[in-house]
């Protein structure tokens, strides 16, 4: 039977949280299991584990070991798309990747200098920058930048525009992201205009509008979707990149990484990259 992927949160105080991590860590039937555990509410000492289980007996297992800690409140939800929304979780602390500082409005002001401030409000869209995702190409793309420049962007499935947002503020002259979902284009087109930048956001499928075709060919596209629309925008992805361009892919579990290698690799891609955080696969590839 197939195991559909659920992400496990469990919240409670401190150090309750550290012991069910220790206990996580120190299970023989969970040594492959991957979980984060972070401080979500300072002032009330509230923690969080994340896990992803990959098998129906991994789960288990950390739904019962969660369990022997009856101070943490623990729930289940379905790793289906509508629950990218659910993971933008809004008043999170700034997240710092590589130069970028992703801040929202309670952390107004307090900036540091010597970063490229992206101020981003989620509202119902994805993308705070706290997700493993996001700040995989984050890294991704900051570590490609010690090197190399980005005239035009393309950034499919933007959420909130944090991704399109990091390019026009590091040197990208053209930078345009697209979503299926017609509030994200909204909150990143203002975010755009917080942020003082020429990132546009537009509504469509994938790679389907006349803005992404006239703007094209790229430098560099950055895709955060799930594996499988990934894989189903390839070819579209490589039409859309000049030769040598760079995708940074994400959005992919690690269990699903062989199956999206496989087909950028068939569609003429070779693999630069690969970072894993959390559960979840950032991949740098070359049009080759
Ligand atoms: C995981 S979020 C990524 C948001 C942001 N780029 C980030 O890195 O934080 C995925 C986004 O892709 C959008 N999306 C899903 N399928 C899409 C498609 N076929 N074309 C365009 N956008 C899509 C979703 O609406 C969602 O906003």
Redesign the pocket.
Known sequence: MTYNPQQIIARGPRLVSESAAEAIDGDVLLEGATYSILEEDEDRNIWRIDAFPTTEEEDARLQEVLAGFPELTVTADQLA?AD?LAMALSGLPPVRAGRFFVYGIHDRGRAPDNTVNLRIEAGA???T?H?G??VG?LIAYNDLLKSKRFDRVL?????????AIAAAKTGTRVAV?????PV?VRISNENAKLNKCHARFVY???LDHRLVRSDAPYDLV?A???AR?LVG?SMAIRGALKPKGLVIL??LLRTQERFVKAAYHSKGFRTVRRIHRDAWCTLVMQKV
Do not use: Q, R
């Open positions: 798309d990218w869209a994805f993308g920058g997700h995702t996001t190409c950034d499919v499935g933007a959420g909130t525009g944090v991704l992201g697209t979503d299926i979902d994200s469509a499928n994938g950055f955060n979707i799930l629309p925008l994400s959005g």
